[in-house]
């Protein structure tokens, strides 16, 4: 039931989700109050250890995805990609280190505050990347049609409330032939209830878990071809797992 504030009209059942989202990683960014452990779980995650170790500390220790993104990505030839969910920058940094001279890369985040520590992510550094940061809503986003050789998002797409959208949206940016790659929290079986009915549990991406055959008609309903979720992982209560699909050509 959505819950009310002060005597307020209660909100849709939408907005409320958004609004706790863009709440929590607004306070994430802003107080610097990032799980503990941040750099230790993505060296664990299979992040290379000399690019964690390269980081600030207030870089490495934002990460807060369910695994590596890049494990097995090819980027050679990619000249534009873009990032959805960016957070503090930790993803965007590396994709840019590993794209071509002269290729874009868009990050996208929800909220303005991530957008911030994402720049603060890339202070100093003098990569061959073109980085643009944009404020948006990936079920609404502020890009062109067919303008992505590649789409990234890392614990993205459990942190939105209509999947549907947010993977037309996903389809409509790439190329033909474009590539969507993704790491993401499935589940097997129901939820408990009191995260199932929870809106503040879409902050941890766990009120949004799909099961993988929701995935798969989810990614073949938006229009993705070579559909392939592998490198199944526990990520308690859930599993994580890489997700790689592909625009038709």
């Given at each position: ?31 610097h ?19 964690i170790?390269?980081l ?7 990460y ?23 957070g ?27 957008l ?10 003098r ?13 609404s ?25 947010a ?27 009191e ?50 699909a592909?625009?038709?050509?």
């Amino acid at each position: 039931m959505p819950v009310t504030v002060d005597g307020a009209k209660p909100k849709a059942w939408e907005e409320q989700v958004k609004s706790f989202v863009r709440k929590r990683y607004a306070h994430l960014a802003e107080a610097h109050a990032f799980p503990e452990g941040g750099a230790d779980r993505a060296r664990g995650a299979g992040y290379p250890a000399c690019f964690i170790d390269g980081l600030p500390e207030r870089v490495s220790g934002s990460y807060c995805g369910c695994g590596y993104l890049l494990d097995g990505v090819e980027l050679t030839g990619v000249r534009t990609a873009v990032e959805l969910g960016c957070g503090a920058g930790l993803d965007a940094r590396l994709v840019s280190e590993r794209l071509d001279a002269r290729a874009r890369l868009f990050a996208v985040d929800f909220a303005t505050q991530m957008l911030h520590r994402t720049r603060e992510a890339f202070a100093g550094v003098r990569g061959d990347a073109c980085v643009h940061l944009l404020a948006g809503d990936m079920e609404s986003l502020p890009l062109a049609d067919g303008v992505a050789d590649i789409v990234l998002a890392n614990a993205s797409f459990n942190l939105t409330v209509d999947k549907k959208k947010a993977l037309a949206e996903a389809y409509r940016i790439l190329k033909p032939g474009g590539r969507l790659i993704v790491r993401e929290l499935i589940r097997e079986g129901a939820l408990p209830d009191e995260i199932a009915q929870d809106p503040q549990a879409w902050n941890a991406s766990l009120g949004g878990v799909c099961e993988q055959a929701e995935w798969e008609s989810l990614l073949a309903g938006a229009g993705f071809c070579e559909i392939e979720i592998s490198g199944h992982a526990p990520f308690r209560p859930v599993v994580s797992v890489r997700i790689h699909a592909r625009k038709s050509a």
